[in-house]
T-cell receptor
Framework: DAMVIQNPRYQVTQFGKPVTLSCSQT?????MYWYQQKSSQAPKLLFH???????NEADTPDNFQSRRPNTSFCFLDIRSPGLGDAAMYLC???????????????FGPGTRLTVL | AQKITQTQPGMFVQEKEAVTLDCTYD???????LFWYKQPSSGEMIFLIY??????QNATEGRYSLNFQKARKSANLVISASQLGDSAMYFC????????????FGAGTTVTVRA
């Protein structure tokens, strides 16, 4: 089945130790998103790629970076995780056909990050 | 700016009964789409139903239906015949034509289905 895959599902890191979360998709979608979701809150968009074009949200800390080496893969790098970065990180994809098309976003299962 | 409001932080519903989750939105765009997602405790976000701003009929998907009242800017989700597996967090979200890539989410409503 076509899907969005996130690895690992659970990640434990130490304060200040860089960590990379990965996302892959078999849907061949143009757009890939990274969200941060803290407990009992709505997902917060960090950034997204439209093809190779990177789009950062204005309030995303510099500590968060992303790479998209090809259509299928997208990585979230947290350069120096703090205790406040402990959260669920969700990857999503969508295919934008044209302006005004409202294709849904397909989400991966998420990676739950713990910072010790 | 777009805004989604979900005023019910948590709800209890008896198994086999229907439940309505409220969602109101605010946008100046004439063209937009409204989505509902379900998030079980395992964490994945599951797409449930979509309503376009120009759709004249309310969307339905199995036991899910969307009560779309455009003039009131509301898009309530109705879950009929609740099942224990419906216990989850439910998010209302909106995307507008002027910012086609971005979903704005409400705060969510936690639904607990009782046997």
């Amino acid at each position: 089945d076509a899907m969005v895959i996130q690895n690992p599902r659970y990640q434990v890191t130490q304060f200040g130790k860089p960590v990379t979360l990965s996302c892959s998709q078999t849907l061949n979608h143009n757009v890939m998103y990274w969200y941060q979701q803290k407990s009992s809150q709505a997902p917060k968009l960090l950034f997204h790629y439209y093809d190779k074009d990177f789009n950062n949200e204005a309030d995303t800390p510099d500590n968060f970076q992303s790479r998209r080496p090809n259509t299928s893969f997208c990585f979230l790098d947290i350069r120096s995780p703090g205790l406040g970065d402990a959260a669920m990180y969700l990857c999503a994809t969508s295919r934008v056909y044209n302006e005004g098309s409202y294709n849904e976003q397909f989400f991966g299962p998420g990676t739950r990050l713990t910072v010790l | 700016a777009q805004k989604i409001t979900q005023t019910q932080p948590g709800m209890f519903v008896q198994e086999k009964e229907a439940v309505t989750l409220d969602c109101t939105y605010d946008t100046s765009d004439q063209s937009y789409g409204l989505f509902w997602y379900k998030q079980p405790s395992s964490g994945e976000m599951i797409f449930l139903i979509y309503q376009g701003s120009y759709d004249e009929q309310n969307a339905t998907e199995g036991r899910y239906s969307l009560n779309f009242q455009k003039a009131r800017k509301s898009a309530n989700l109705v879950i009929s015949a609740s099942q224990l597996g419906d216990s989850a967090m439910y998010f209302c979200a909106m995307r507008v034509s002027s910012n086609d890539y971005k979903l704005s989410f409400g705060a969510g409503t936690t639904v607990t289905v009782r046997a």
